[in-house]
């Protein structure tokens, strides 16, 4: 707090000033700023749902871009945006920024695949998948399995699944990723990883112990792993039928588990698991932290959800839990969703998701504790919504209102996933592989909305508003070099011009942006991008320089006003006094 103190006294005093005393006295008028004594702002408590995901949080500094001059649009608009640096809602995690990583994608040792993962800064990569690390057995030699894991798993309906098998650390072919590549590829990106460690393996292994089994295999991980890693979960999505733990063989069992999973029962082996691997952490001189699944809605009317999960995981796991756990996939499952549904569900769900998770927490009795989305994306399909600018702009939205809920942590799924020739566009990567005529690794367009999200929000998320529209989405922040910054979301099909005002705030001579907006391919959900008018050079994803592409540049002088295309995003930067 009282570095932001004297920040603000500093911004005021710049080049001999004073502080204004005087709220007649009219100062940079006109500018987009302030025009009168400014409130130094104040950081907020660190909320539950952030907790220790803020404990290495660090200010950013603000790089001016190269920049290219731009005129400021010449029509009048009765649309404002208003951003108060004294209004500070909350730090901002660099854990939000997260992906996933698939291990059926490649060894990832491609240069230019890992400079793009570099220039996109993660931050976090998760691994080893989601409903594959129920079958992963990390430390197993290629194609190998236990010899305590059946031979086939079941499908939800009890009948033996011919086509199920395992997954192993130690696969080298080019098409897999070793455990080894996805350490090193953490390593090259200057990334941190969160491991889901196999819960399956403790439902459907046929020893006499199968929950200790499985317990032991996740604490020589965290042996093996040696500190690396500081944030781990036990199993993805347990209560869905799509996972290898719903439903076991009973007549293999030997500790007299239910054919099918409930809360409860994972509540129990959590706590196992979590006792075993601190244990293993501890022997090597590791700090960890260890989360617990939740669902994330009251969807108990959905047979493929366990019913009444989150009151039986939370009635048996006490405070074995570091941080607990929710998936969003924002639209409905397999709708073929138009853009504005899809664009409506970034606030609405973000906000709903966790009120639901904190209020499981409370009813429940139990502390609250920090919240990690640790997938989310969207599952419209149909009309290639996946891999489209839409897709792109959704993501901003999901980034902004993230942290404007207090998020800890979030990956998106994923960084590369599959080509569906049946349903083509169906496909969550960031990157293309597999798609018919192009090059795998290729960026789409929500590549480049994450990098200048990253690029040009600042360190704190500061209130902003907006009068004059519903189609205009803002989300205002401040740099601790003493920058202030807005990302603004146009929902509409036209574009719309827009006056931006920072409160509190003494603006200097220029501000700085970049505009991103889809092509005219496919109807509403372009698969390319413009970024200051650069796109790519084929029919897909963005301008491959996008890292040099210059700033639009404009005077602050006369107020700060940009057109938001339609569809499109506006990411500014306003320079301090």
């Known amino acids: 707090m009282a570095s932001l103190v004297a920040f603000a ?23 987009g700023g302030s025009t009168g004594p400014i409130t130094a702002p104040t950081d907020p408590s660190i909320a539950a749902s952030q907790g220790f995901f803020l404990d290495d949080w660090q200010g950013k500094t603000f790089s001016k871009p190269a920049t290219i001059a731009a005129a400021k649009p010449t029509a009048s608009t009765s649309i404002n945006v208003t951003a108060d640096f004294a209004q500070v809602v909350s730090k901002v995690s660099k854990y939000l920024f997260g992906n996933n990583i698939n291990p059926f994608t490649g060894q990832y040792t491609d240069g230019v695949t890992v400079n793009n993962i570099t220039n996109l800064s993660p931050n976090i990569i998760r691994a080893p998948g989601g409903s594959l690390s129920d079958v992963y057995f990390w430390d197993m030699s290629a194609y190998g399995k236990p010899a305590d894991a059946p031979e086939h798993l079941l499908k939800p309906d009890g009948t033996v699944d011919a086509g199920s098998g395992y997954w192993s650390g130690n696969v080298n072919d080019s098409w897999s990723l070793s455990l080894s590549n996805y350490y090193s590829l953490l390593q090259k990106t200057n990334t941190t990883g969160i491991i889901t460690v196999n819960y399956a393996y403790a439902r459907y292994g046929t020893g006499d112990n199968p929950v200790a089994a499985a317990a032991h295999l996740a604490a020589q991980w965290v042996r093996f792993d040696k500190g690396r890693t500081k944030y781990w979960e036990v199993g993805n999505e347990c209560y869905g039928n799509w996972e290898a733990c719903y439903r076991i063989d009973q007549s293999k069992n030997k500790d007299g588990q239910p054919a099918i999973i409930t809360g409860e029962l994972y509540g129990k082996h959590f706590k196992v698991f ?13 700090t960890i932290k260890i989360g617990a699944v939740l669902h994330e809605s ?24 570091d941080f607990y756990i929710g998936h969003n996939y924002y639209t409905n499952f397999n709708e073929n969703s138009n853009a504005i549904t899809i664009l409506n569900t970034a606030e609405a769900s973000s906000k709903t998701t966790m009120d639901y998770l904190k209020g499981a927490l409370q009813t429940a009795g139990s502390a609250q504790k920090p919240i990690a989305l640790t997938e989310w994306n969207i599952f419209s399909s149909g009309s290639k919504q996946q891999i489209s600018n839409i897709a792109g702009v959704h993501a901003v939205m999901v980034l902004g209102e993230l942290i404007k809920d207090q998020y800890g942590q979030a990956s998106r799924w ?8 049946n349903h083509p566009g169906d496909d969550h990567g960031l990157f293309s592989i597999g798609q018919t005529g192009l090059a795998d690794f290729t960026p789409r367009p929500a ?16 209130s902003s508003s907006v009068s004059g529209s519903t189609d205009v989405v803002s989300y205002a922040s401040s740099f601790n070099s003493g920058e202030a910054g807005v990302v603004l979301v146009n929902k509409s099909t036209t574009d719309q011009v827009v006056n931006i005002n920072f409160k509190n705030y003494y603006t200097g001579s220029n501000y700085y942006y970049y505009t991103l907006k889809g092509g005219t391919d496919n109807g509403e959900f372009s698969g390319k991008v413009l970024v200051n008018g650069s796109g790519p050079t084929g029919d897909f994803g963005g301008p491959a320089n996008y890292k040099n592409i210059s700033a639009s540049v404009s005077a602050t002088s006369g107020g700060i006003k940009v057109r ?6 506006v990411f500014l930067v306003a320079d301090k006094k």
Request: hydrophobic share 35%; net charge neutral; with cysteine.
């Open 447 to 462: 590549f480049y909305y994450m990098y200048y999200f990253q690029k040009y929000f600042g360190d704190r998320m500061i």
């Open 564 to 569: 938001v295309p339609a569809r499109g995003v």
């Open 298 to 321: 009251a969807d108990n009317g959905n047979p493929t959800i366990v019913t009444g999960w989150n009151p039986g995981v939370l009635g048996q796991i006490g405070d074995k839990a």
């Open 274 to 286: 979590a006792d075993s691997m601190r244990k293993a952490a501890a022997d090597v001189g590791a």
């Open 9 to 31: 006294v500093l911004l005021s005093c710049k080049k001999g000033s004073k502080p204004n005393p005087d709220p007649t006295l009219v100062v940079d008028p006109g500018n």
């Open 414 to 421: 994923d960084l590369a996933n599959s080509w569906d020739t």
